[in-house]
């Protein structure tokens, strides 16, 4: 028998996330990882400490949705592996008392939420399984799009969560790849590259390529912004060969890791590694789900032989329970099917078998278990319901045909513990270099939050306490192997040589079960469980002379402006100034140019000064040189010094997170329509005509979209339009794009007929007549809007009995105004939808009763005149107050062209004449 205990996580994670893997029908595979085999935290084990220290986190389950996956798992083992999956981090979350947020995501070549987060429990489980199986039926045509998949769970993982105790289940079964396509499309990592030709498609996947993996690219915005990334390969079950080249690089390359993982390098950010998993069918896609499913506990994975006949000794499992031990979960996955499980009890000589041949749920003995596949067992055993409980328990696979000589079986057994250490009061205890301090450390029941004496361990326990930099560097605070050493304060020490400001304190704990004693006399050794491990983040301070600062600030979002400044708060006494060359880096966007973090405090010379015992700020101003997307991460170095004496300075690094957001340009818009009036009286037609074709361009950044089935009322009464959260897609425009397609519906951006006209935005598919909420709303029966499409909507009747149900189109601004304009958009559709589609609907139908149709808006002609196209810079001018050059307005309604009084501007829209 081949047996290896893995220290995987500070938790359970790991264990549910490797079991999930193999209930999806993938073929079986050890899961050795070398990360596991030593001494070193794992990144499952940094996310549990971070939760069992924190309380709560947050994971994002991030599902392909790429058209491969009809042939590569044409069965949707990952939809049945992903419900395994949240089955057993309900049951962590449960067990542990830590407060988990989820939310299913799907991406093929955009990111797409299924739901809101949802805090992890039973009920919210049910609604999460939901979720996955809608993603899983959702198979797109277009694109493995990694660059837009990871960017949108780390932008979600910033907005939702704040606690540094952030994930990324991410499955994919292929490598980054794009797809040639009949739109002009880009994307927003390749805005200058043309999807609809193979060289441009070319071009595009090594620009994203390209921004994944540079120095302070995308990965390392998601390993500096503290998320950690769990990647699962998909492989063909024909054994086709897959490269997972990249996703290995995304996961484990980041800086000094990439030597140690035998992969490139992706990024110089060495912090947060991750995991990749490579699976090939249901049963291990299960064991890799179930090895994330449980961070921070134990897992013991074991490779046995299939025993023949009858139980073997070289095909079991063995490990050694005592009452420190509370729970059992079993997940394993065999070579051939058909096989019973046999588990035997401490002292026990009758087997409690699980039965391949039986579907369902067994139970035995307070022991349940079920195949899950006909190759996947799940079994339970909780010390509550047991019959026996304290001493050696068997497991072994048999083949009672005696069939399947040399087949191995592959096992995970996850062991919990309820017992962790904690050091009660840390949070207002004040840690200073070279100083001791008196901690009381006690253990405790992860559950319900008891304290635990310490007789009740009847085995071994190793206690620890350790404190790490910001830096990485790590410094042992105390360590006992005896229990007594517990009771009463325990003192330690703080090093002088521990940097100062942020650094975290980690409390750990590793029991041993008590030896057993066997039928024959003889005793076996205890099974030891990996370490129960809580990380805290805490400051390291200087001397009492010294004054205090904060070590981290977040900039917040750059959107309109490209710089914005944030107070750091200071407690003296003493002075502070910030270096500004003292500036480290780890994330940046590709457009952002430079970068530069300052203060007016920038020497010793012009320091803030703050009395003993008064509180001040330090301003921070965070500069970038252009608009772009993506999160800027780094530190600063920030000196401290006492009052007048400059010369004991030190430097105390603080981190910063802020994230930019590429604003819609809404100012280029006002000035082509200047150079347009000024051109259509000074130089020749054809150099308008040009202009116009240049900037019929649609403005780039983020939009929110959706669509709906509306049933008009025929009372005169407005309809109620509420589309659900989880039905609004997320869509990155690129800066410059002449078509949008969402869904089934494709908007083109068009310069129009007249040289004096601006250009406008049409729906050109389906054909179907259509109506828009804008004030020239169609032209022969098409839906117009202006450039600026945000805050729009689109009514198009291609429903059987249109006009009396129609699809509802609704376009709104992501970033920081989203909710706000998506409930304007939807009031404003409601309360025009009817008047609306009176000027489309079909002769001989009857329209929904309404108050009369508002007239067409001046300057862009009757909804049915093609002469005057939208954005007629000059309107009709026969009525003052229709906004053409009579109006009172000097060139009328801007934001509209023209439009009528009963017309304003797109909700969420400034006036534009785009």
């Known amino acids: 028998m081949r047996h290896r205990v893995h220290r995987v996580l500070a938790g359970s994670l790991l264990t549910v996330l490797t079991f999930a893997l193999l209930v999806a029908g993938l073929p079986a595979i050890p899961l050795a990882v070398s990360a596991e085999e030593d001494s070193e935290q794992t990144a499952l084990a940094d996310f549990g400490a971070c939760l069992s220290g924190e309380g709560s986190g947050s994971l994002v389950i991030l599902m392909d949705q790429s058209g491969s996956l009809r042939d590569t798992d044409p069965d949707k083992g990952r939809v049945q592996a992903a419900h395994y999956l949240i089955s057993r981090l309900t049951a962590f979350t449960a067990s542990s008392g830590v407060a988990l947020d989820v939310r299913v995501v799907g991406f093929a070549a955009d990111y797409t939420p299924a739901g809101e987060w949802a805090a992890l429990d039973a009920t919210s489980g049910t609604q999460l399984k939901s979720q996955v199986t809608a993603v899983g039926d959702d198979i797109h045509d277009y694109d493995t799009d990694y660059w837009t998949a990871l960017d949108g769970a780390r932008q979600d993982l910033a907005a939702h969560d704040t606690s540094g105790c952030r994930a990324v289940a991410w499955l994919s079964d292929g490598a980054f790849d794009l797809d040639v396509r009949d739109s002009s499309a880009e994307k927003p990592y390749a805005v200058d590259q043309n999807l609809a030709s193979e060289s441009g498609v070319t071009a595009a996947e090594q620009a994203g390529l390209m921004d994944m993996c540079r120095a302070t690219g995308l990965a390392d915005q998601l390993r500096s912004s503290g998320i950690t990334v769990l990647g699962i390969g998909l492989s063909s079950p024909n054994g086709e060969p897959v490269d997972f080249t990249l996703m290995k690089r995304i996961t484990l390359g980041g800086g000094t890791n990439a030597t140690h993982h035998g992969v490139e390098q992706c990024g110089d950010v060495s912090a947060n590694v991750g995991f990749f998993y490579p699976v090939s069918d249901l049963d291990s896609l299960l064991l890799a789900f179930d090895s994330i499913s449980a961070p921070g506990g134990t897992v013991m994975s074991d490779t046995v032989t299939i025993c023949q006949g009858t139980v073997c000794t070289p095909g079991e499992s063995t490990f050694v329970l005592d009452r420190s031990i509370d729970a059992v979960h079993i997940l394993a996955s065999s070579d051939v099917a058909g096989l019973d499980a046999y588990l035997y009890a401490p002292g026990s000589t009758e087997p409690i078998i699980i039965s391949g041949a039986t579907s369902g749920t067994q139970t035995s003995a307070g022991v349940t278990g079920e195949w899950l596949t006909p190759r996947t067992l799940e079994a339970d055993l909780d010390a509550a319901t047991a019959t026996s409980w304290d001493g050696q328990w068997r ?37 200073r270099q070279g100083e001791d301090v008196e901690a009381r450390l006690v253990l405790r029941d992860k559950k319900d939050g008891e304290d635990i004496e310490a007789g009740r361990i009847v085995g071994g326990v190793k206690a620890q306490v350790r404190a790490t930099s910001a830096a990485g560097e790590t410094h042992i605070l105390f360590e006992t192997d005896d229990p007594a050493d517990l009771e009463g304060p325990v003192p330690l ?86 270096d500004e060359s003292a500036l480290t880096l780890t994330g940046v966007p590709a457009d952002a140019g430079d970068v530069s973090v300052s203060s007016s405090a920038s020497s010793k010379d012009s320091c803030l000064t703050v009395a003993e015992g008064a509180s001040g700020t ?37 981190s910063f997170t802020g994230e930019m957001l590429r604003p819609l340009d809404v100012g280029t818009a006002w000035t082509v ?109 098409r839906a117009l809007l202006p450039l600026a499409v945000r805050g729009n909507w689109v009514a198009v009747l291609d429903q059987p009995d249109s006009p009396r149900h129609v699809t509802l189109i609704l376009l709104a601004s992501g970033g920081s105004r989203a909710d706000d304009d998506i409930a304007r958009v939807q009031q404003d559709a409601a309360d025009r939808l009817a008047s609306r589609l009176a000027l489309v609907a079909p002769t001989g139908t009857s329209a929904p009763a309404a108050e009369a149709a508002p007239p067409a808006a001046a300057g862009f002609g009757t909804a049915d005149s093609d002469a005057a196209a939208p954005g007629s810079v000059f309107g009709s001018g026969s009525d003052p107050g229709a906004g053409g050059v009579g109006s009172s307005s000097t060139f009328g309604s801007f934001g509209s062209f023209g439009g009528s009084d009963d017309a304003p501007p797109p909700p969420g829209e400034p006036r534009s004449p785009f």
């Open 395 to 431: 497991l072994a696979f048999v083949d009672t045909t005696s069939s399947s000589p040399g087949q191995e079986a592959h096992v995970n057994i996850h062991l919990t513990s309820p017992l962790r250490l904690e050091w009660q009061d840390l949070s207002n205890t004040t840690l």
């Open 493 to 578: 020490t703080i090093p002088q040589d521990l940097a100062l400001g942020q650094a975290t304190v980690t409390t750990s704990l590793t029991v041993t079960t008590a030896p057993a004693t066997l039928a024959d006399g003889s005793t076996v050794e205890g099974t030891t469980l990996s370490p129960t491990e809580a990380t805290t983040a805490v400051t390291i301070n200087a001397a009492l002379d010294f004054p205090v600062v904060g070590t981290r600030v977040d900039f917040g979002l750059l959107e309109e402006e490209l710089s914005t400044t944030v107070d750091l708060p200071v407690t003296g006494p003493g002075c502070v100034w910030v």
């Open 618 to 654: 330090l301003p921070l101003t965070l500069t970038a040189s252009e608009h772009a997307n993506g999160a800027v991460t780094g530190t600063i170095g920030v000196y401290i010094a006492p009052a007048e004496d400059y010369d004991r300075a030190q430097v105390v690094e603080v």
């Open 673 to 781: 329509f200047a150079l347009v009036l000024i051109a259509g009286i000074a130089i020749p037609v054809g150099l308008l005509y040009l202009m116009k074709l240049l900037t019929a361009r649609m403005p780039g950044g983020t939009l929110l979209w959706a669509t709906t089935v509306v049933e008009v009322p025929t009372d005169g009464s407005h309809p109620t339009i509420d589309v659900p959260s989880n039905q609004w897609e997320m869509k990155s425009v690129p800066k410059g794009a002449r078509e949008l397609v969402v869904g089934p519906y494709r908007f083109k951006a068009v310069a129009g007929a007249s040289p004096t006209a601006s250009p406008y935005v049409r729906l050109v598919s389906p054909e179907a007549p259509s109506i828009s909420g804008s004030p020239t709303s169609t032209v022969k029966g």
